[in-house]
């Protein structure tokens, strides 16, 4: 009579056995508890009750058995003690499915940038110089920060904002490139 041995087909849950038959993990786990369970068990045996040293060497040993030998759907219990302090205590009980509209976001954006030109205009109004959006717009294109007379490169620049700020006035909302 042969004695047949079952085989399992999928072997992504084979481990690698490093000695004893155990794997790396358990291995570490069983020492660790060793060395903080025997010596546990030879304090608390001199005490004078036997059964009171060996509950006290079970107590400190069993969690780093339950470590090395328990395994849910792949995960050790460490990740599954994290998943559920995460899901009870961290994460809130309710969490409500929120969306952030794309355009909602530049008008908030437009709104917020608006108002800050806004600021910046009343303090140079109370400082004494007109604000920049106050000059007239051909005054300004004809001469730049310092005041000298503007290039070919930089008129050929200022034209191109002045065309793309009146594309962004008249499509409000839109987060365009020459609009800052």
Do not use: W
Not at 42 to 67: D, E, H, Q, W
Not at 70 to 76: C, L
């Amino acid at each position: 009579m042969a004695a047949y041995i079952s085989v399992p087909r999928d072997l992504t849950r084979v481990k690698s056995k490093v000695m004893f038959n155990l794997t790396k993990r358990q291995l570490i786990c069983f020492s660790i508890g060793a060395l903080l369970g025997v010596p546990t068990y030879f304090l608390l045996k001199k005490t004078g009750n036997t059964s009171l040293a060996a509950m006290g060497m079970i107590v400190i040993m069993l969690p780093l058995f339950f470590l090395a030998m328990y395994e849910r759907d792949g995960q050790p219990l460490e990740v599954i003690l994290k998943q559920i302090i995460d899901a009870t205590f961290i994460r809130p009980r309710v969490r409500p499915y929120k969306t952030d509209n794309y355009y909602e976001a530049l008008m908030r954006q437009y709104q917020a940038e608006t108002e800050v030109n806004k600021i910046v205009s009343r303090a140079e109004k109370q400082a004494g110089r007109p604000a920049a959006s106050e000059e007239p717009f051909e005054k300004r294109k004809k001469r730049n920060k310092k005041g000298h007379r503007k290039s070919k490169e930089e008129r050929r620049h200022t034209q191109n904002r002045a065309a793309v700020h009146s594309v962004s006035e008249n499509v409000s909302g839109r987060d365009l490139p020459g609009k800052r």
